[in-house]
């Protein structure tokens, strides 16, 4: 933000009144309100607002907002042109259904590994029990030992088989558990691409600008429009050596650009703790206790932050003040002082000095 006046001027107001006296070789101090305040300048806001930028590269589809609609939380506001995602989108969803398929237990593929172990199985059935017979008839001599090996070679071998079926049925599951698993992964992705595509609100506000119209060309992070949410802030910078100055419930005269003639009050709510380092200014929030009927976010202010109020101060003229604390009295006795708030033309008395005592101006 460009600033209209520069950040940091402070002003000390000492009464009125004060300004019309002319220096003389003696006087008293006198008794003035004094008040001090520190120059800010800023603008208005909305506490929550918040910028509409496109999260993928494209052109704009369709705009359904203009400037001053009100929004609703998760309205969709911006379309951007996504036929490629939804190509990709649809042929994903393809591919993740035939997945589920696959291995769900109508799968081809599973279904005749299965079918195939039923068969060994029963093979394995039949070689066991001819087996066991052989070793029987073997006892009694009634076959050979040949022939009893032949029977468990048969077996051993119907056996190894249905063992390498079923660690290939678990071995087949598991890859088609796996092609699952990632062209769901795939899908998702491209439904959050496709999500991307269409920009909603994140809460409800007004939108106060659209920097986009419909057809254009977008790169990702450009900003589409801006969006106000919240209440009515006065965002002001302050300088470095004026922060420490501020608090919390301090009182400011504000002047908006859009009402030049007015002067409205302001209360201080917020002290950012950061350095903003575009506006090399600490940044202070303030809210309005006379608001107009008609504000517009984005209006330039200038503010004066009172940070000094007393009433019944005691001062004296500037140049009646001698190395900073001393005043020279009638008697011609230098007298110390505690200097409180000073300027050109006058310094304020915290101690020292009382209005019946009278000073003499330095030759």
């Known amino acids: 933000m460009k600033v209209a006046y520069r950040i940091g001027i402070r002003c000390l107001v000492l009464g009125i009144g004060l300004i019309s006296c002319k220096q003389q070789d003696k006087t008293s101090p006198v008794k003035r309100n004094i008040e001090e305040a520190v120059f800010a300048n800023g ?3 909305q506490k929550e607002e918040y910028l509409l930028s496109a999260n993928t590269d494209g052109f704009i589809q369709d705009i ?6 009100s929004v609703r939380v998760n309205e969709l506001l911006v379309r951007i042109n996504s036929d490629a995602s939804e190509a990709q989108l649809d042929e994903a969803q393809k591919v993740y259904s035939d997945a589920r398929r696959n291995i769900s237990s109508a799968s081809p593929q599973l279904s005749q590994i299965k079918i ?3 068969q060994v199985q029963e093979q394995v059935s039949l070689d066991k029990k001819n087996y066991d017979r052989y070793v029987q008839l073997r006892l009694l001599n009634s076959v050979s030992q040949l022939e009893l090996e032949k029977a468990e070679l048969q077996y051993k071998n119907s056996l190894s088989t249905l063992q390498a079926l079923e660690k290939n049925l678990i071995e087949v599951r598991n890859t088609l558990q796996l092609n699952e698993e990632r062209s769901l ?3 998702r992705f491209l439904q959050i691409a496709k999500d991307y595509s269409l920009l909603k609100s994140e809460r409800d506000g007004v939108v106060l600008n659209v920097y986009k119209k419909r057809g254009e060309l977008i790169k990702k992070g450009e900003m589409i429009a801006k969006i106000g949410s919240g209440a009515i802030v006065l965002k002001m ?3 470095e050596e004026d922060i420490s100055k501020i608090a919390l419930g301090q009182q400011a005269k504000i002047q908006l650009n859009t009402y030049p003639e007015e002067i409205f009050d302001a209360t201080v709510t917020n002290i950012l703790p950061a350095f903003d380092e575009t ?3 600490y940044v202070v929030e303030a809210r309005l206790k ?3 009927e008609k504000l517009f976010s984005g209006t330039q202010l200038q503010a004066n932050i009172l940070v000094i109020n007393r009433r019944d101060g005691l001062v004296i003229p500037t140049s009646y003040l001698l190395k900073e604390k001393y005043v020279l009295l009638d008697n011609g006795q230098q007298k110390q002082i505690v200097v409180g708030n000073k300027n050109k033309e006058w310094v304020e008395v915290l101690s020292g000095l009382t209005e019946k005592d009278v000073i003499v101006a330095p030759k």
């Open 43 to 45: 603008s208005v806001t």
């Open 237 to 239: 910078f302050v300088a």
């Open 279 to 281: 506006e090399q200014s």
């Open 185 to 187: 992964s795939q899908m």
């Open 290 to 292: 006379n608001a107009p």
């Open 116 to 118: 195939q172990i039923g």
């Open 64 to 69: 359904i907002i203009e400037e001053g609609d």
